[in-house]
Antibody, heavy 119, light 110 residues
Framework: EVQVVESGGGLVQPGGSLRLSCAASGFTFSTSWMSWVRQAPGKGLEWVAN????????HYVDSVKGRFTISRDNAQNSLYVQMNSLRDEDTALYYCARDGARGFAFDIWGQGTMVTVSS | QSALTQPASVSGSPGQSITISCTGTSSDVADYNYVSWYQQHPGEAPKLMIYDVTNRPSGVSDRFSGSKSGNTASLTISGLQAEDEADYYCTSYTSRSTYVFGTGTKVTVL
């Protein structure tokens, strides 16, 4: 079965750090661009970052540049995002998605992992 | 990067056709044929409905179609059905090698 499963979410204080993981299966992870997309409670979708299949290219939305780092381990079929200096506005459901296999679009999504930044 | 502009809500009766617009800029929608559309039911993950402006993934009903003119892309749902009631989001690739999502549209089937 083609799927991605996110994990690592939780409650963290402002200024704190968290690392999210995404385990992929059922497709060739090592040839797939991957993205993180988030959705604040009751709000719309926001693209956060993506990474090329070999890790040589990474792109970020301005609001997380310098704070978030996307990475991957193709041997483990896993995607990560290290989130530092977390802010209240980073509170959201974080989705992992396959990027670029169907044109420039996200065709495989997980169920998300919730990150809550609060004191 | 500002979000693409979508109407907050669109409604229609069963069997009717509705169109959702998605307005961007010369740095995204106008300059690239890389607009995609997603359907999201409450409590569920988004589902890809249209990619690269007009293409439908296998398994998506042909009642869904996409188009683009200038800096505005559109999603049309024909033969509206109760199961189409959901939130819809557009997204576009941008000149900064990033993506930007639309503000989202709630579709109501009357």
């Amino acid at each position: 079965e083609v799927q991605v499963v996110e994990s690592g979410g939780g409650l963290v204080q402002p200024g704190g750090s968290l690392r999210l993981s995404c385990a992929a299966s059922g497709f060739t992870f090592s040839t797939s661009w991957m993205s993180w997309v988030r959705q604040a409670p009751g709000k719309g979708l926001e693209w956060v970052a993506n990474i090329k299949y070999d890790g040589s290219e990474k792109h970020y939305v301005d609001s997380v540049k310098g704070r978030f780092t996307i990475s991957r381990d193709n041997a483990q079929n896993s995607l990560y995002v290290q989130m530092n200096s977390l802010r209240d506005e980073d509170t959201a459901l974080y989705y992992c998605a396959r990027d670029g296999a169907r044109g420039f679009a996200f065709d495989i999504w997980g169920q998300g992992t919730m990150v809550t930044v609060s004191s | 990067q500002s979000a693409l502009t979508q109407p907050a809500s669109v409604s229609g009766s069963p069997g009717q056709s509705i169109t959702i617009s998605c307005t961007g800029t010369s740095s995204d929608v106008a300059d690239y044929n890389y607009v995609s559309w997603y359907q999201q039911h409450p409590g569920e993950a988004p589902k890809l409905m249209i990619y690269d402006v007009t293409n439908r993934p296998s398994g998506v009903s042909d009642r869904f179609s996409g188009s683009k003119s200038g800096n505005t892309a559109s999603l049309t749902i024909s033969g509206l059905q109760a199961e189409d009631e959901a939130d819809y989001y557009c997204t576009s690739y941008t000149s900064r090698s990033t993506y930007v999502f639309g503000t989202g549209t709630k579709v109501t089937v009357l």
